[in-house]
């Protein structure tokens, strides 16, 4: 190699600085080390000879270079210079995966130069020769399996398996920081901690992770896959339709929510000035937030005239904007000013509250109370306030968006919906925690008409539904829902409860890493969730089946004993839904003549206290005789104008009341109207008492759930028990509340016991209580047995459904797996002879995919030997694919699982002995989360 091309390279002296760009001269610092204009004369002694030191000094002394150049636009030069060597990076990778470490050849020392390398396990001086064709150190560092801290004179290398096994690590455990695994290394490697060994990490990692992403787009194009691909596979029992498969109420099931934990702090609270970095996440998942802001205004838009589905602006998708901008804050001020319930600040943005229905106001109230965090103001201190996300039910990450300076507003859900129906088109059944108050924003947004024409059908999550009253659930809950089976719509708090742990990393990162940290767990997230298909589908089939099982005798005996048939149980769930909305809104009457009992009785209790002030009053006298102090002299005379004045008030009302109404002549108590609103009266005091002891349930419900939560620290636990304890006590005070009200209705209600209000399962029933105009326990449908058989038949209902979603899945996943094996087979065939080292980095993808799909082969036929089993293990066609000629392509190595039917005629199981890998090589499966919902209804339960 010719001495100009050894121009970039570090040699033994040139390699003495970490950055060379660290002996940078602000210019905010370059008045300290210069006098002010005046004092140039400050340093003479007036001794003379200052001249001539001045010369001596001026001939030995060396100045400090002076460079024009500020470190704001640092971050962005390194970028800059990254990104021109990562296509040459990726071909010295490749030849590195493919050939290992070259040999060092003969060549003197002079043409050899020095780098220091870290290692998992060690850290020394190695020396390099130049790759041949290499134009840059960095090249000949990887061919080497190493890479630089730095684009350009690296003097610092940091070892590529290094990275990877923190890469995984990450997989694992996301919290861990490259700030943690620099202090390990140095713990390992036996040297004082080094502060700017983490930045050197972060710099070779974030090129390791671009490295990662330019091979996976090499990849991804000999495999004939670009992002839209991505999107309309990213889960394929959801979304890998076959031709001929069983049609489904809906083409899949999904849920949304928002999650506050993966805040940004902005960058205004953080020392020192933000750097340039034009860097952006190229993740297909994200919304842009200038998409998101289109329907900032949607929740207090009038009806908007009908949009056309195929308007542009509905379906198109602008380019996301650099991670680093993000919307000026908000006038601080204005944050602290603002009530906790206004429309910009509130944790759920519903104007409309006037409009919707009444069973629909009380959910949201419930939410609003329960999620007291949630509601709280966004301050100015955090420039994303978390994520919202939408996944589908075996738990892939759709489409997610950041919420900027707010909580959960409308418009995150309205711009979830919009790309999720433009994306994956028609007949998809979405759960979310207030989908009753949702649907109505909904259909009066700009997606209206959009959201209609695709039957976009929504639920609210099963446990999140036993927070909404009765009503509510048998319009909105799974179990009443058809064509949902048994699913929960619950994975995302599954997905926040593993995504929760990047908070530490992400919060004071910068824009572009924290989406890049994100977007690499959300990766691996998707990967262990199709690893783990196989289980979910065996999981869930065999619990549809023991509950067909079981829950069939139980209702058989139920029917024979109540002489019931299945059109009695639809019957019952609709006469339950005509009863409550017949008790959501009382008669004009009846809620005038309650309002002016409550008048009355105030002007009593205000005449009562003006007649005892003045009798108190009269009597001073001899009160003063006796002794008063002056301090209760000047309080009973106070207290007689204060009550006075009072009474005249509520006389007044009284008149102005009796004034708008035409009441003549005022009620007393010995009149029959006065008896029958005194009645009315007792009956809203009851009902309040409900809503009271509803109240304090549904918050020990979500403190309960937090206390089960994985990552909770000791101190935020013991603070939870505390709550426990004081709501506990407020259980129970507003038990004897409702009891004591219960009491004073004609006939009197049953008093509940304490065990009877902690059983969770209960809290929709306490609608049932609401009925005080009729006794409903003369009803079929409201006696426990008939409710209990009801119960049952849905869940059977549902469980069939369940069935046969998981049978269409089964073939879609066994298709997927199956066409992916034949893409690989041809990427591979084209460039096994061009290109060798990409040909063995596609035959790694490749294996590795053929082992995780014998895993999930395996679970698939457990399934099909549990008894009752009725799907197939058959591959099938993918819609809109081109059928290839499948002759001369090898089989898969999980072919020997299934029968031989299972395949195209022109495969053939292959023998074990042509197997490849031994069985003790297949990845370990992944187990399916704990359940949220299951572990909540076991501490209820002791």
Not at 5 to 23: H, M, N, T
Not at 404 to 427: C, F, H, N, W
Not at 645 to 669: C, F, L, N, P, S
Not at 737 to 763: C, I, Q
Request: negative net charge; proline residues 4%.
């Amino acid at each position: 190699m010719d001495a100009g091309s050894d121009a970039g390279f570090v040699g033994p002296v040139e390699a003495s600085s970490c950055d060379a760009e660290d002996d940078w001269e602000d210019e905010q610092f370059l008045g300290l080390t210069h006098l002010p204009p005046g004092e140039e004369g400050f340093l003479q002694s007036h001794a003379g000879g200052e001249a001539v030191l001045h010369e001596i000094m001026d001939g030995i002394s060396f100045s400090k270079r002076y460079d024009s150049r500020t470190r704001r636009d640092r971050i962005q030069r390194l970028v800059d210079a990254w990104r021109q060597q990562i296509p040459r990076l990726a071909i010295q990778y490749l030849e590195w995966k493919h050939c290992g470490d070259p040999l060092l050849p003969s060549t003197s020392s002079e043409e050899l130069w020095e780098v220091e390398v870290i290692s998992f396990t060690d850290r020394n001086k190695r020396k390099f020769a130049h790759t041949e064709g290499a134009i840059s150190a960095n090249e000949t560092l990887v061919r080497h399996g190493f890479l630089g801290a730095t684009p350009e004179r690296p003097s610092i290398a940091i070892s590529i398996t290094l990275l990877e096994i923190y890469r995984q690590l990450r997989r694992v455990c996301p919290r861990l920081s490259l700030d943690a695994l620099s202090r390990a290394l140095c713990h390992l490697h036996r040297i004082p901690r080094q502060s700017h060994l983490a930045d050197q990490l972060s710099s070779a990692y974030d090129c390791y992770l671009e490295l990662l992403r330019y091979v996976r787009g090499l990849s991804a194009k000999a495999l004939r896959r670009n992002a839209e691909w991505d999107q309309q596979n990213i889960c394929p029992p959801c979304l890998y339709k076959t031709t001929n498969e069983p049609a489904l109420k809906f083409s899949f099931l999904a849920a949304m929510d928002g999650n506050n934990s993966l805040k940004l702090v902005d960058s205004t609270f953080r020392p020192g000035s933000v750097r340039l970095d034009d860097r952006s996440s190229m993740s297909f998942r994200w919304i842009a937030p200038q998409t998101v802001d289109i329907f900032k205004d949607e929740v207090a838009r009038k009806p908007a005239q009908p949009v056309d589905p195929s308007s542009s602006q509905l379906n198109s998708t602008p380019m996301l904007a650099p991670a680093g901008v993000i919307p000026d804050a908000p006038d601080t001020d204005l944050l602290l000013d603002a009530d906790i319930d206004s429309e910009d600040v509130a944790w759920l943005n519903v104007t409309e509250m006037d409009e919707l229905a009444q069973c629909v106001n009380a959910c949201v109230e419930r939410w609003r109370a329960a999620g007291p965090e949630a509601r709280k103001k966004m301050f100015s201190l955090f420039a994303i306030a978390g994520i919202f996300l939408a996944v589908c039910r075996h738990g892939h990450v759709l489409v997610m968006c950041d919420m900027i300076r707010s909580g959960e507003l409308m418009k995150y859900p309205l711009a979830i919906i919009d790309r999720l129906v433009t994306q994956y088109g028609s007949d998809i059944c979405m759960g979310y925690d207030i989908m009753c108050a949702f649907i109505k924003t909904l259909s009066r947004s700009i997606l209206g008409s959009k959201v209609a024409a695709f039957r976009l059908h929504g639920v609210v999550p099963s446990f999140h539904g036993h927070a909404h009253n009765r009503s509510c659930q048998l319009h909105w809950h799974p179990l009443y829902t058809e064509g949902v089976g048994l699913e929960d719509f619950e994975e995302c708090e599954r997905t926040f409860s593993k995504s929760n742990e990047l908070a530490s990393v992400t919060r004071l990162a910068s824009p572009y890493h924290r989406a890049q940290h994100i977007d690499e767990h959300f990766m691996f997230h998707d990967q262990d969730k199709h690893a783990a298909s196989g289980n979910f589908i065996y999981q869930n089939y065999r619990q549809a089946l023991e509950k067909i099982a079981s829950d069939s005798q139980h209702l058989a005996a139920l029917e024979q004993r109540l002489h019931t048939t299945e059109a009695d149980y639809e019957h019952y769930l609709q006469a339950e839904r005509d009863h409550l909305m017949s008790l959501k809104t009382e008669p004009k009457e009846v809620q005038e003549a309650v309002d002016y009992m409550e008048l009355l009785q105030e002007l009593v209790a205000a005449r009562k206290d003006a007649d005892t002030a003045l009798a108190n009053f009269k009597q001073l006298d001899a009160g003063i005789k006796a002794g008063f102090s002056r301090q209760k002299i000047l309080y009973t005379q106070t207290r007689v104008r204060t009550t006075h004045t009072r009474h005249q008030m509520k006389e007044e009302a009284v008149q102005r009341y009796e004034e708008e109404h035409g009441i003549v002549e005022r009620w007393d108590e010995g009149s029959e109207v006065y008896q029958k609103a005194l009645k009315l009266l007792t009956e809203r005091s009851y009902h309040r008492a409900i809503d009271n002891l509803e109240r304090l349930v549904v918050q020990r419900l979500f403190e309960l759930t937090k206390l089960g939560m994985n990552g909770v620290g000791y101190k935020l636990r013991d603070k939870i028990n505390k709550a426990l304890r004081t709501r506990a006590t407020a259980i129970q005070n507003a038990l004897k509340h409702y009891n004591d009200a219960a009491a004073l209705l004609n006939p009197p209600r049953n008093s509940l016991s304490w065990n009877t209000v902690l059983k969770a399962a209960t809290v929709a029933d306490f609608d049932l209580l609401r009925d005080t105009r009729s006794d409903i326990r003369t009803l079929a449908w409201a006696e426990p047995a008939h409710r209990e058989a009801t119960t049952l038949y849905f869940g059977i209902k549902r469980a069939k459904e369940e069935v046969v979603r998981l049978n269409v899945e089964i073939t879609r996943l066994l298709t997927f797996m199956f066409d992916v094996h034949i893409d690989y087979h041809h990427a591979l065939q084209q460039c096994v002879d061009s290109n060798p080292a990409f040909a063995h980095q596609l035959r790694q993808c490749w294996e590795y995919e053929d082992h995780i799909n014998e895993v999930i082969v395996k679970k698939l036929v457990q399934t099909a030997q549990l008894v009752g089993f009725s799907g197939s293990l058959s591959i099938g066609c993918r819609i809109g694919r081109e059928p290839v000629s499948v002759e001369a392509i090898p089989p898969p190595s999980w072919v020997h699982l299934l029968r031989p039917s299972a395949f195209p005629c022109d495969i053939h199981p292959i023998s074990e002995r042509n197997r490849t890998g031994d069985e003790d090589d297949v990845p370990r499966e992944l187990q399916v989360d704990t359940d949220v919902v299951v572990q909540l209804f076991e501490n209820l339960n002791t």
